[in-house]
Protein backbone atom coordinates (compact mmCIF):
# COMPACT_ATOMS: atom_id res chain seq x y z
CA UNK A 1 0.00 0.00 0.00
CA UNK A 2 1.39 3.56 -0.96
CA UNK A 3 0.08 7.24 0.20
CA UNK A 4 0.74 9.92 -2.26
CA UNK A 5 0.69 13.52 -0.39
CA UNK A 6 0.16 16.56 -2.57
CA UNK A 7 0.63 19.30 -0.52
CA UNK A 8 -1.87 21.86 -2.29
CA UNK A 9 -4.24 19.44 -3.95
CA UNK A 10 -5.05 16.14 -1.49
CA UNK A 11 -3.96 12.43 -1.27
CA UNK A 12 -4.08 9.96 -3.15
CA UNK A 13 -4.23 6.21 -1.43
CA UNK A 14 -3.37 3.24 -3.95
CA UNK A 15 -2.94 -0.57 -2.84
CA UNK A 16 -2.48 -3.92 -4.56
CA UNK A 17 -2.10 -7.49 -3.69
CA UNK A 18 -0.87 -10.25 -5.67
CA UNK A 19 -2.41 -14.48 -4.37
CA UNK A 20 -1.45 -17.33 -5.90
CA UNK A 21 -2.58 -21.20 -5.48
CA UNK A 22 0.64 -23.10 -6.92
CA UNK A 23 -0.85 -25.27 -10.20
CA UNK A 24 -4.22 -23.69 -9.81
CA UNK A 25 -4.31 -20.07 -9.68
CA UNK A 26 -2.81 -16.62 -9.90
CA UNK A 27 -4.21 -13.19 -9.73
CA UNK A 28 -4.17 -9.90 -8.33
CA UNK A 29 -6.48 -7.20 -7.01
CA UNK A 30 -5.33 -3.00 -6.87
CA UNK A 31 -6.85 -0.17 -6.94
CA UNK A 32 -6.73 3.85 -6.39
CA UNK A 33 -8.74 6.05 -3.86
CA UNK A 34 -8.27 9.83 -3.70
CA UNK A 35 -10.31 13.32 -2.08
CA UNK A 36 -9.06 15.93 -3.87
CA UNK A 37 -9.42 19.29 -5.17
CA UNK A 38 -10.56 19.07 -8.87
CA UNK A 39 -10.66 22.69 -10.51
CA UNK A 40 -11.91 23.66 -7.20
CA UNK A 41 -14.22 20.89 -6.29
CA UNK A 42 -13.27 18.25 -3.85
CA UNK A 43 -14.05 14.97 -5.34
CA UNK A 44 -13.87 11.46 -4.54
CA UNK A 45 -12.83 8.88 -6.95
CA UNK A 46 -11.70 5.54 -7.35
CA UNK A 47 -10.14 2.72 -9.45
CA UNK A 48 -10.61 -0.92 -9.54
CA UNK A 49 -8.22 -3.43 -11.79
CA UNK A 50 -8.81 -7.22 -11.16
CA UNK A 51 -6.86 -10.66 -12.87
CA UNK A 52 -7.35 -13.37 -12.13
CA UNK A 53 -5.59 -16.70 -14.28
CA UNK A 54 -6.53 -20.10 -13.41
CA UNK A 55 -6.02 -23.47 -15.21
CA UNK A 56 -8.54 -26.52 -13.99
CA UNK A 57 -6.58 -28.88 -16.28
CA UNK A 58 -4.66 -28.64 -19.55
CA UNK A 59 -7.38 -27.98 -22.08
CA UNK A 60 -9.55 -26.06 -19.45
CA UNK A 61 -8.95 -22.53 -17.96
CA UNK A 62 -10.60 -19.45 -16.88
CA UNK A 63 -9.19 -15.82 -16.80
CA UNK A 64 -10.75 -12.37 -15.84
CA UNK A 65 -9.67 -9.10 -16.51
CA UNK A 66 -11.79 -6.26 -14.83
CA UNK A 67 -11.42 -2.28 -14.55
CA UNK A 68 -13.46 0.08 -13.14
CA UNK A 69 -13.60 3.59 -12.31
CA UNK A 70 -16.58 6.30 -10.61
CA UNK A 71 -15.33 9.00 -13.10
CA UNK A 72 -14.81 8.50 -16.62
CA UNK A 73 -11.70 11.72 -16.41
CA UNK A 74 -9.85 9.28 -14.02
CA UNK A 75 -7.51 8.30 -15.79
CA UNK A 76 -6.95 11.77 -17.81
CA UNK A 77 -6.80 14.01 -14.70
CA UNK A 78 -4.32 11.61 -12.38
CA UNK A 79 -2.48 9.41 -14.83
CA UNK A 80 1.29 10.20 -15.87
CA UNK A 81 1.46 7.87 -18.22
CA UNK A 82 0.70 8.62 -21.73
CA UNK A 83 -0.66 5.70 -22.69
CA UNK A 84 -3.17 5.63 -19.80
CA UNK A 85 -4.28 9.03 -20.42
CA UNK A 86 -4.64 8.31 -24.26
CA UNK A 87 -6.93 5.62 -23.77
CA UNK A 88 -10.18 5.83 -23.31
CA UNK A 89 -12.09 3.35 -23.09
CA UNK A 90 -12.64 0.66 -19.99
CA UNK A 91 -12.94 -3.26 -21.39
CA UNK A 92 -13.63 -5.97 -18.73
CA UNK A 93 -13.69 -9.62 -19.42
CA UNK A 94 -13.85 -12.76 -18.20
CA UNK A 95 -13.83 -16.19 -19.90
CA UNK A 96 -13.96 -19.54 -19.85
CA UNK A 97 -12.29 -22.23 -22.32
CA UNK A 98 -12.22 -25.85 -22.66
CA UNK A 99 -11.02 -28.15 -25.38
CA UNK A 100 -11.77 -32.00 -26.14
CA UNK A 101 -11.70 -34.76 -28.81
CA UNK A 102 -7.87 -34.19 -29.61
CA UNK A 103 -8.13 -30.83 -29.88
CA UNK A 104 -10.64 -30.40 -32.35
CA UNK A 105 -13.49 -29.50 -30.63
CA UNK A 106 -13.79 -26.08 -28.60
CA UNK A 107 -16.22 -24.39 -26.25
CA UNK A 108 -15.72 -20.68 -25.29
CA UNK A 109 -17.97 -18.03 -23.18
CA UNK A 110 -17.07 -15.00 -22.25
CA UNK A 111 -18.51 -12.10 -20.68
CA UNK A 112 -17.39 -8.47 -21.35
CA UNK A 113 -18.20 -4.82 -20.77
CA UNK A 114 -16.50 -2.07 -22.77
CA UNK A 115 -17.11 1.59 -21.73
CA UNK A 116 -16.33 4.61 -23.41
CA UNK A 117 -15.03 6.97 -21.37
CA UNK A 118 -15.75 10.18 -23.70
CA UNK A 119 -19.37 9.51 -24.52
CA UNK A 120 -20.58 7.27 -21.76
CA UNK A 121 -21.95 4.35 -24.07
CA UNK A 122 -21.76 0.68 -22.54
CA UNK A 123 -21.42 -1.95 -24.23
CA UNK A 124 -22.25 -5.59 -22.38
CA UNK A 125 -22.41 -9.07 -23.69
CA UNK A 126 -23.30 -11.34 -21.44
CA UNK A 127 -22.65 -13.98 -22.45
CA UNK A 128 -20.85 -14.30 -25.76
CA UNK A 129 -20.69 -18.34 -26.06
CA UNK A 130 -19.10 -19.75 -28.86
CA UNK A 131 -18.36 -23.55 -30.10
CA UNK A 132 -15.62 -24.88 -33.28
CA UNK A 133 -15.10 -27.66 -34.53
CA UNK A 134 -12.10 -27.86 -36.29
CA UNK A 135 -11.44 -29.15 -40.31
CA UNK A 136 -12.15 -32.61 -39.98
CA UNK A 137 -12.59 -35.42 -42.86
CA UNK A 138 -16.33 -35.90 -44.08
CA UNK A 139 -15.45 -39.42 -45.24
CA UNK A 140 -12.66 -40.33 -42.96
CA UNK A 141 -10.20 -42.60 -44.08
CA UNK A 142 -8.80 -45.64 -41.45
CA UNK A 143 -5.27 -45.95 -42.06
CA UNK A 144 -5.76 -49.29 -39.62
CA UNK A 145 -7.50 -51.38 -42.32
CA UNK A 146 -5.62 -49.49 -45.27
CA UNK A 147 -2.19 -51.05 -44.61
CA UNK A 148 -3.86 -54.58 -43.77
CA UNK A 149 -5.29 -54.38 -47.33
CA UNK A 150 -2.82 -51.86 -48.89
CA UNK A 151 -6.10 -49.55 -49.52
CA UNK A 152 -5.52 -46.30 -51.23
CA UNK A 153 -7.51 -42.69 -50.14
CA UNK A 154 -9.97 -42.14 -52.43
CA UNK A 155 -10.88 -38.55 -53.94
CA UNK A 156 -13.82 -38.07 -51.45
CA UNK A 157 -11.36 -38.73 -48.43
CA UNK A 158 -9.85 -35.40 -49.09
CA UNK A 159 -13.36 -33.67 -48.40
CA UNK A 160 -13.17 -31.59 -45.18
CA UNK A 161 -15.83 -29.80 -43.02
CA UNK A 162 -15.62 -27.33 -40.25
CA UNK A 163 -18.53 -26.03 -37.85
CA UNK A 164 -18.44 -22.41 -35.97
CA UNK A 165 -21.52 -21.51 -33.44
CA UNK A 166 -21.94 -18.31 -32.01
CA UNK A 167 -24.28 -17.04 -29.35
CA UNK A 168 -24.56 -13.21 -28.50
CA UNK A 169 -26.54 -12.21 -25.98
CA UNK A 170 -25.52 -7.82 -26.09
CA UNK A 171 -26.72 -4.81 -24.47
CA UNK A 172 -25.96 -1.42 -24.76
CA UNK A 173 -26.38 1.56 -22.83
CA UNK A 174 -25.73 5.28 -23.07
CA UNK A 175 -25.22 6.46 -19.48
CA UNK A 176 -24.78 10.34 -20.58
CA UNK A 177 -28.19 11.01 -21.28
CA UNK A 178 -29.93 7.83 -19.33
CA UNK A 179 -31.52 6.09 -22.93
CA UNK A 180 -33.25 2.91 -22.31
CA UNK A 181 -30.82 -0.52 -22.69
CA UNK A 182 -31.06 -1.89 -26.15
CA UNK A 183 -30.61 -5.83 -26.11
CA UNK A 184 -29.85 -7.84 -28.52
CA UNK A 185 -29.61 -11.26 -29.07
CA UNK A 186 -28.25 -13.34 -32.19
CA UNK A 187 -26.85 -17.14 -33.27
CA UNK A 188 -24.89 -17.75 -36.11
CA UNK A 189 -24.11 -20.95 -38.03
CA UNK A 190 -21.03 -21.31 -40.38
CA UNK A 191 -20.28 -24.34 -42.07
CA UNK A 192 -17.17 -24.45 -44.33
CA UNK A 193 -16.70 -27.64 -47.10
CA UNK A 194 -13.12 -27.68 -48.30
CA UNK A 195 -11.52 -30.02 -51.03
CA UNK A 196 -7.83 -30.03 -52.32
CA UNK A 197 -6.83 -32.07 -55.13
CA UNK A 198 -4.46 -35.01 -53.20
CA UNK A 199 -2.11 -34.95 -56.66
CA UNK A 200 -1.25 -31.75 -58.89
CA UNK A 201 -2.71 -31.59 -61.63
CA UNK A 202 -1.04 -31.86 -65.10
CA UNK A 203 1.60 -32.68 -62.50
CA UNK A 204 1.58 -28.34 -61.70
CA UNK A 205 -0.78 -26.81 -60.02
CA UNK A 206 -2.77 -27.45 -56.71
CA UNK A 207 -6.18 -27.60 -57.00
CA UNK A 208 -8.60 -26.38 -53.89
CA UNK A 209 -12.28 -25.88 -53.62
CA UNK A 210 -14.34 -23.97 -51.08
CA UNK A 211 -18.07 -23.64 -50.36
CA UNK A 212 -19.79 -21.44 -47.23
CA UNK A 213 -23.11 -21.43 -46.14
CA UNK A 214 -23.93 -19.19 -43.49
CA UNK A 215 -27.10 -19.00 -41.71
CA UNK A 216 -27.52 -16.79 -38.82
CA UNK A 217 -30.88 -16.10 -36.47
CA UNK A 218 -31.79 -12.64 -34.78
CA UNK A 219 -34.39 -11.59 -32.71
CA UNK A 220 -35.26 -8.10 -34.18
CA UNK A 221 -34.83 -6.29 -37.85
CA UNK A 222 -35.39 -3.27 -39.25
CA UNK A 223 -38.08 -1.89 -41.12
CA UNK A 224 -37.71 1.54 -43.04
CA UNK A 225 -40.32 4.20 -44.06
CA UNK A 226 -40.54 7.97 -45.56
CA UNK A 227 -41.24 10.54 -43.07
CA UNK A 228 -42.95 13.99 -44.04
CA UNK A 229 -39.75 15.22 -45.36
CA UNK A 230 -38.83 12.74 -47.79
CA UNK A 231 -36.02 11.29 -45.72
CA UNK A 232 -35.42 7.51 -44.35
CA UNK A 233 -36.63 6.75 -40.66
CA UNK A 234 -35.89 3.34 -39.23
CA UNK A 235 -37.65 1.46 -36.59
CA UNK A 236 -36.94 -2.03 -34.67
CA UNK A 237 -39.31 -5.14 -35.23
CA UNK A 238 -38.99 -7.68 -32.95
CA UNK A 239 -39.44 -11.21 -34.23
CA UNK A 240 -37.47 -14.25 -35.16
CA UNK A 241 -35.76 -13.80 -38.30
CA UNK A 242 -33.49 -16.01 -40.22
CA UNK A 243 -30.75 -14.56 -42.99
CA UNK A 244 -28.82 -17.37 -44.79
CA UNK A 245 -26.07 -16.62 -46.97
CA UNK A 246 -23.13 -18.78 -48.72
CA UNK A 247 -20.30 -18.42 -51.17
CA UNK A 248 -18.27 -20.51 -53.43
CA UNK A 249 -14.74 -20.30 -54.44
CA UNK A 250 -11.78 -22.33 -56.06
CA UNK A 251 -8.25 -21.81 -56.58
CA UNK A 252 -5.03 -22.69 -58.61
CA UNK A 253 -1.26 -22.14 -57.47
CA UNK A 254 1.95 -23.52 -58.42
CA UNK A 255 5.25 -22.54 -57.53
CA UNK A 256 8.34 -21.91 -60.23
CA UNK A 257 12.41 -21.91 -58.80
CA UNK A 258 15.44 -19.96 -60.41
CA UNK A 259 18.69 -20.42 -58.84
CA UNK A 260 21.84 -18.80 -59.96
CA UNK A 261 25.43 -20.19 -58.83
CA UNK A 262 27.93 -17.70 -58.22
CA UNK A 263 31.11 -17.29 -56.17
CA UNK A 264 31.09 -13.43 -55.11
CA UNK A 265 32.65 -13.20 -52.07
CA UNK A 266 31.10 -15.29 -49.09
CA UNK A 267 27.60 -14.92 -51.73
CA UNK A 268 27.42 -18.54 -52.86
CA UNK A 269 23.91 -18.86 -54.65
CA UNK A 270 20.78 -16.54 -55.43
CA UNK A 271 17.67 -17.91 -55.70
CA UNK A 272 13.95 -16.54 -56.99
CA UNK A 273 10.89 -18.61 -55.80
CA UNK A 274 7.72 -17.15 -57.98
CA UNK A 275 4.32 -18.15 -56.76
CA UNK A 276 1.35 -17.18 -58.89
CA UNK A 277 -2.19 -18.44 -57.85
CA UNK A 278 -5.60 -17.95 -59.71
CA UNK A 279 -9.21 -17.95 -57.85
CA UNK A 280 -12.36 -18.04 -58.63
CA UNK A 281 -15.69 -16.69 -56.33
CA UNK A 282 -18.94 -16.33 -56.50
CA UNK A 283 -21.83 -14.87 -54.09
CA UNK A 284 -25.11 -14.20 -55.16
CA UNK A 285 -26.64 -10.23 -55.06
CA UNK A 286 -28.45 -10.71 -51.53
CA UNK A 287 -29.69 -7.73 -51.94
CA UNK A 288 -32.20 -8.42 -54.50
CA UNK A 289 -36.09 -8.91 -53.55
CA UNK A 290 -36.14 -12.27 -53.84
CA UNK A 291 -34.03 -12.84 -50.72
CA UNK A 292 -35.92 -10.67 -48.98
CA UNK A 293 -32.99 -9.24 -46.64
CA UNK A 294 -33.28 -5.58 -48.15
CA UNK A 295 -36.69 -3.13 -47.63
CA UNK A 296 -37.01 -0.46 -49.71
CA UNK A 297 -39.41 2.32 -48.01
CA UNK A 298 -40.46 3.22 -51.28
CA UNK A 299 -41.00 0.69 -54.00
CA UNK A 300 -40.75 2.76 -57.09
CA UNK A 301 -37.40 3.43 -55.72
CA UNK A 302 -35.35 0.71 -54.98
CA UNK A 303 -32.21 2.42 -54.99
CA UNK A 304 -33.23 3.29 -51.40
CA UNK A 305 -33.19 -0.20 -50.26
CA UNK A 306 -31.64 -1.07 -47.34
CA UNK A 307 -30.18 -3.72 -44.96
CA UNK A 308 -33.20 -5.02 -42.58
CA UNK A 309 -30.55 -6.55 -40.30
CA UNK A 310 -28.07 -3.43 -40.11
CA UNK A 311 -26.92 -2.33 -36.65
CA UNK A 312 -27.56 -5.95 -35.42
CA UNK A 313 -23.77 -6.34 -34.04
CA UNK A 314 -23.31 -9.17 -36.97
CA UNK A 315 -22.24 -8.18 -40.38
CA UNK A 316 -24.27 -6.45 -42.60
CA UNK A 317 -25.81 -8.36 -45.65
CA UNK A 318 -23.42 -8.53 -48.79
CA UNK A 319 -24.59 -6.16 -51.64
CA UNK A 320 -23.83 -6.80 -54.81
CA UNK A 321 -23.10 -10.10 -57.37
CA UNK A 322 -19.44 -11.25 -57.12
CA UNK A 323 -18.60 -13.17 -60.00
CA UNK A 324 -14.72 -12.85 -59.95
CA UNK A 325 -11.84 -13.83 -61.44
CA UNK A 326 -8.48 -13.11 -59.19
CA UNK A 327 -5.10 -13.15 -59.64
CA UNK A 328 -1.95 -12.85 -57.86
CA UNK A 329 1.65 -13.49 -57.88
CA UNK A 330 4.25 -13.82 -54.71
CA UNK A 331 8.17 -13.25 -55.40
CA UNK A 332 10.59 -14.06 -53.07
CA UNK A 333 14.03 -13.30 -53.81
CA UNK A 334 17.16 -15.16 -51.41
CA UNK A 335 20.58 -15.47 -50.69
CA UNK A 336 23.00 -18.51 -49.65
CA UNK A 337 26.10 -17.31 -47.78
CA UNK A 338 29.07 -19.58 -46.74
CA UNK A 339 29.27 -23.50 -47.10
CA UNK A 340 28.86 -26.60 -45.08
CA UNK A 341 28.85 -26.09 -41.33
CA UNK A 342 28.74 -22.22 -42.47
CA UNK A 343 25.87 -22.12 -44.91
CA UNK A 344 23.63 -19.67 -44.37
CA UNK A 345 20.05 -18.67 -46.08
CA UNK A 346 18.79 -15.42 -46.03
CA UNK A 347 15.58 -13.88 -47.27
CA UNK A 348 16.54 -10.49 -49.31
CA UNK A 349 13.02 -8.93 -49.98
CA UNK A 350 9.55 -9.90 -51.24
CA UNK A 351 7.22 -8.59 -53.83
CA UNK A 352 3.44 -9.43 -54.25
CA UNK A 353 1.11 -8.30 -56.65
CA UNK A 354 -3.20 -8.78 -56.70
CA UNK A 355 -6.03 -7.87 -58.93
CA UNK A 356 -8.87 -9.08 -59.91
CA UNK A 357 -11.71 -8.58 -62.57
CA UNK A 358 -15.92 -9.12 -61.65
CA UNK A 359 -17.26 -10.02 -64.20
CA UNK A 360 -21.11 -9.18 -62.79
CA UNK A 361 -20.36 -5.46 -61.79
CA UNK A 362 -21.83 -3.31 -64.74
CA UNK A 363 -19.05 -1.41 -65.01
CA UNK A 364 -15.23 -0.83 -63.68
CA UNK A 365 -14.63 -4.60 -63.18
CA UNK A 366 -11.46 -4.46 -62.92
CA UNK A 367 -10.10 -3.96 -59.36
CA UNK A 368 -7.28 -1.90 -57.95
CA UNK A 369 -4.33 -3.33 -58.35
CA UNK A 370 -1.70 -3.52 -55.43
CA UNK A 371 1.54 -4.62 -55.02
CA UNK A 372 3.17 -4.88 -52.13
CA UNK A 373 7.27 -4.76 -50.86
CA UNK A 374 8.89 -6.18 -47.69
CA UNK A 375 12.80 -6.19 -46.94
CA UNK A 376 14.60 -7.21 -43.99
CA UNK A 377 18.26 -6.91 -45.27
CA UNK A 378 19.33 -6.55 -41.56
CA UNK A 379 18.24 -7.60 -38.01
CA UNK A 380 18.18 -4.35 -37.39
CA UNK A 381 16.71 -2.22 -40.20
CA UNK A 382 13.11 -3.35 -42.08
CA UNK A 383 11.78 -1.50 -45.07
CA UNK A 384 8.19 -2.01 -46.49
CA UNK A 385 5.90 -0.34 -49.25
CA UNK A 386 3.08 -0.51 -50.79
CA UNK A 387 0.92 0.44 -53.70
CA UNK A 388 -2.63 0.40 -55.57
CA UNK A 389 -2.54 1.39 -58.92
CA UNK A 390 -6.47 2.10 -61.11
CA UNK A 391 -6.51 0.85 -64.35
CA UNK A 392 -9.55 3.82 -65.16
CA UNK A 393 -9.40 7.01 -66.21
CA UNK A 394 -10.94 9.62 -64.01
CA UNK A 395 -13.05 13.13 -64.77
CA UNK A 396 -9.97 16.34 -64.25
CA UNK A 397 -13.13 18.59 -62.97
CA UNK A 398 -15.20 16.32 -60.66
CA UNK A 399 -12.01 13.90 -59.63
CA UNK A 400 -14.78 10.81 -60.27
CA UNK A 401 -13.95 7.96 -62.08
CA UNK A 402 -15.26 6.97 -65.31
CA UNK A 403 -15.48 3.52 -66.69
CA UNK A 404 -12.80 4.05 -69.47
CA UNK A 405 -9.89 1.72 -68.89
CA UNK A 406 -5.93 3.29 -69.25
CA UNK A 407 -2.61 3.13 -68.30
CA UNK A 408 -2.41 2.01 -64.23
CA UNK A 409 -2.74 5.28 -62.55
CA UNK A 410 -1.22 5.73 -58.71
CA UNK A 411 -3.56 6.54 -56.07
CA UNK A 412 -2.29 5.25 -52.93
CA UNK A 413 1.64 4.96 -52.03
CA UNK A 414 2.93 4.15 -48.39
CA UNK A 415 6.42 3.72 -47.11
CA UNK A 416 7.40 2.53 -44.13
CA UNK A 417 11.75 2.09 -42.82
CA UNK A 418 12.58 1.61 -39.32
CA UNK A 419 16.44 1.15 -37.98
CA UNK A 420 17.64 0.41 -34.97
CA UNK A 421 20.99 1.48 -33.77
CA UNK A 422 22.94 0.45 -30.36
CA UNK A 423 26.64 0.32 -28.98
CA UNK A 424 28.15 -2.71 -27.77
CA UNK A 425 26.80 -4.34 -24.43
CA UNK A 426 29.40 -3.88 -21.40
CA UNK A 427 31.50 -7.06 -20.82
CA UNK A 428 30.73 -8.88 -17.95
CA UNK A 429 33.10 -8.40 -14.68
CA UNK A 430 35.67 -11.00 -14.05
CA UNK A 431 34.90 -13.41 -11.06
CA UNK A 432 34.79 -11.67 -8.17
CA UNK A 433 35.42 -8.03 -9.47
CA UNK A 434 32.48 -6.96 -7.41
CA UNK A 435 30.54 -8.17 -4.53
CA UNK A 436 27.07 -8.37 -4.56
CA UNK A 437 26.07 -5.28 -3.73
CA UNK A 438 28.10 -3.66 -6.15
CA UNK A 439 26.44 -5.60 -8.93
CA UNK A 440 22.54 -5.14 -7.57
CA UNK A 441 23.30 -1.23 -7.96
CA UNK A 442 25.13 -1.68 -11.17
CA UNK A 443 21.88 -3.14 -12.47
CA UNK A 444 19.86 -1.08 -11.01
CA UNK A 445 21.49 1.75 -12.85
CA UNK A 446 21.54 0.17 -16.30
CA UNK A 447 17.77 -0.80 -15.53
CA UNK A 448 16.37 2.04 -13.63
CA UNK A 449 12.50 1.62 -14.37
CA UNK A 450 12.11 -2.24 -14.69
CA UNK A 451 9.72 -3.86 -12.72
CA UNK A 452 9.88 -7.20 -11.13
CA UNK A 453 8.01 -9.59 -12.58
CA UNK A 454 5.13 -9.94 -9.75
CA UNK A 455 4.46 -6.01 -9.50
CA UNK A 456 1.07 -4.53 -9.86
CA UNK A 457 0.61 -2.24 -12.77
CA UNK A 458 0.18 1.06 -11.73
CA UNK A 459 -1.76 2.93 -14.37
CA UNK A 460 -0.78 6.22 -12.79
CA UNK A 461 2.61 5.97 -12.88
CA UNK A 462 4.72 8.15 -15.47
CA UNK A 463 5.90 5.79 -18.74
CA UNK A 464 9.23 4.69 -18.34
CA UNK A 465 11.45 7.18 -20.17
CA UNK A 466 14.30 4.12 -20.43
CA UNK A 467 14.64 1.18 -21.55
CA UNK A 468 15.80 -1.85 -19.40
CA UNK A 469 18.96 -2.18 -21.24
CA UNK A 470 22.76 -2.36 -20.61
CA UNK A 471 24.46 -0.72 -23.77
CA UNK A 472 26.27 2.76 -23.87
CA UNK A 473 23.73 4.03 -26.19
CA UNK A 474 20.95 3.17 -28.52
CA UNK A 475 18.28 4.81 -30.95
CA UNK A 476 15.71 3.98 -32.99
CA UNK A 477 14.73 6.12 -36.16
CA UNK A 478 12.03 5.57 -38.15
CA UNK A 479 10.24 7.47 -41.40
CA UNK A 480 6.96 7.20 -42.72
CA UNK A 481 5.42 8.38 -46.11
CA UNK A 482 2.14 7.89 -47.18
CA UNK A 483 0.20 9.97 -50.34
CA UNK A 484 -3.14 9.33 -51.07
CA UNK A 485 -4.76 10.51 -54.51
CA UNK A 486 -8.32 8.34 -54.86
CA UNK A 487 -9.30 11.98 -55.42
CA UNK A 488 -7.08 13.58 -57.83
CA UNK A 489 -8.34 16.56 -56.83
CA UNK A 490 -8.07 15.86 -53.40
CA UNK A 491 -4.32 14.84 -52.93
CA UNK A 492 -3.59 14.24 -48.89
CA UNK A 493 0.46 13.50 -47.67
CA UNK A 494 1.44 12.35 -44.74
CA UNK A 495 5.36 12.24 -43.80
CA UNK A 496 7.06 11.68 -39.90
CA UNK A 497 9.74 10.93 -39.06
CA UNK A 498 10.62 9.40 -35.58
CA UNK A 499 12.90 8.87 -33.26
CA UNK A 500 12.40 6.73 -29.93
CA UNK A 501 14.45 4.67 -27.83
CA UNK A 502 17.65 7.66 -28.16
CA UNK A 503 19.64 6.66 -24.77
CA UNK A 504 23.10 7.92 -23.90
CA UNK A 505 25.18 6.79 -20.91
CA UNK A 506 26.86 9.80 -20.59
CA UNK A 507 28.73 8.83 -17.21
CA UNK A 508 28.69 6.36 -14.97
CA UNK A 509 26.21 7.37 -13.00
CA UNK A 510 24.57 10.07 -15.86
CA UNK A 511 22.00 8.49 -18.56
CA UNK A 512 20.04 10.87 -21.19
CA UNK A 513 16.98 10.02 -23.40
CA UNK A 514 14.85 11.48 -26.14
CA UNK A 515 12.07 11.47 -28.41
CA UNK A 516 10.96 13.21 -31.25
CA UNK A 517 8.34 12.85 -33.90
CA UNK A 518 8.71 15.20 -36.42
CA UNK A 519 5.87 16.22 -39.19
CA UNK A 520 7.87 16.72 -41.82
CA UNK A 521 4.79 17.62 -44.49
CA UNK A 522 3.75 20.18 -41.73
CA UNK A 523 7.31 21.62 -40.57
CA UNK A 524 6.88 20.82 -36.83
CA UNK A 525 7.11 19.28 -34.01
CA UNK A 526 4.21 17.04 -33.04
CA UNK A 527 5.65 15.25 -29.99
CA UNK A 528 8.93 14.85 -27.98
CA UNK A 529 10.57 14.09 -24.28
CA UNK A 530 13.50 14.88 -22.99
CA UNK A 531 14.45 12.33 -20.08
CA UNK A 532 17.86 12.92 -17.23
CA UNK A 533 18.49 9.70 -15.06
CA UNK A 534 21.00 10.17 -12.54
CA UNK A 535 22.30 7.65 -9.77
CA UNK A 536 22.54 8.63 -6.10
CA UNK A 537 24.10 5.47 -4.85
CA UNK A 538 21.15 3.77 -2.76
CA UNK A 539 18.84 6.57 -4.27
CA UNK A 540 18.10 8.00 -8.00
CA UNK A 541 16.41 10.70 -9.61
CA UNK A 542 14.37 11.40 -12.93
CA UNK A 543 13.56 14.31 -14.40
CA UNK A 544 11.22 14.30 -17.91
CA UNK A 545 10.29 17.23 -19.88
CA UNK A 546 7.62 17.37 -22.67
CA UNK A 547 7.69 21.03 -23.96
CA UNK A 548 4.88 19.80 -26.92
CA UNK A 549 2.53 17.49 -27.88
CA UNK A 550 0.63 15.01 -25.21
CA UNK A 551 1.56 15.53 -21.55
CA UNK A 552 2.62 18.76 -22.31
CA UNK A 553 4.66 19.31 -18.79
CA UNK A 554 7.46 18.04 -16.41
CA UNK A 555 8.15 15.42 -14.05
CA UNK A 556 10.45 15.03 -11.80
CA UNK A 557 11.30 12.46 -8.97
CA UNK A 558 14.05 11.14 -6.74
CA UNK A 559 13.32 7.94 -4.77
CA UNK A 560 15.21 4.91 -3.26
CA UNK A 561 16.20 2.22 -5.53
CA UNK A 562 15.53 -0.97 -3.74
CA UNK A 563 12.21 -2.28 -4.99
CA UNK A 564 10.78 -3.09 -1.57
CA UNK A 565 10.87 0.84 -0.97
CA UNK A 566 10.48 2.26 -4.71
CA UNK A 567 7.25 3.81 -3.51
CA UNK A 568 9.17 6.20 -1.18
CA UNK A 569 9.89 9.28 -3.44
CA UNK A 570 9.29 12.76 -3.57
CA UNK A 571 7.44 13.68 -6.82
CA UNK A 572 7.14 17.00 -8.82
CA UNK A 573 4.97 17.73 -11.85
CA UNK A 574 3.98 20.93 -13.83
CA UNK A 575 2.10 21.62 -17.11
CA UNK A 576 -0.92 21.87 -18.45
CA UNK A 577 -2.39 18.78 -16.31
CA UNK A 578 -5.55 20.31 -14.81
CA UNK A 579 -5.00 18.84 -11.42
CA UNK A 580 -1.52 19.87 -11.09
CA UNK A 581 -0.90 23.11 -12.21
CA UNK A 582 1.96 24.55 -13.55
CA UNK A 583 4.38 25.86 -10.46
Not at 177 to 206: A, C, I, K, W
Not at 317 to 330: A, I
Not at 505 to 522: A, F, M, P, S, V
Request: aromatic content about 12%; some cysteine.
Amino acid sequence: ATLSFFERTGVLVKGHVNYALRYHFTGSVGGSYTRKNFDGNTQRRWNLDIRHNQQFNPNTTLNVNASFVNNRNFYKDLSNNRNERLNRQLVSNATFSTRWGEGKNSFNINLSQTKDLETGRELSTLPRASFTRSQTALFAFDEKKAQRSRAQPKWYNAIRYSYNNLLVNSASKDSSNDTTTVVQRRMEHDVTLSYTNPGRLFGVFTLGHNFTYDEDWFDRTRTYTLDDSNAIASAEVEGFAARRLFQYSASASTKFYGTFNTRLGPVRGLRHVATPTLSFAYQPDFSDPFWRYFEAPDSTRPELRRDRFEGSGARNTPRGETNSLNFGLSNLFQMKLGGGDKEKKIDLFNIDTRGGYNFAADSLRWSNLSTSFRANPQKNLSVSMNMSHSLYDYNRTTGNIRNQLRGPRLIQFGLDARWSLSGKRAAAPAAGAQTQSEGAAAETLAQPNQLSPSEFHDPLAPDNAFTATSVPWSATISFSYTVSKFNPLLTSKNAYLDLSNVEVQLTKNWRIGYRLRYDIERGEVADQRISFYRDLHCWDAQFSWNPSGIGKGFYFKIGIKAPQLRDIKIEQRGGTTSVFRPF
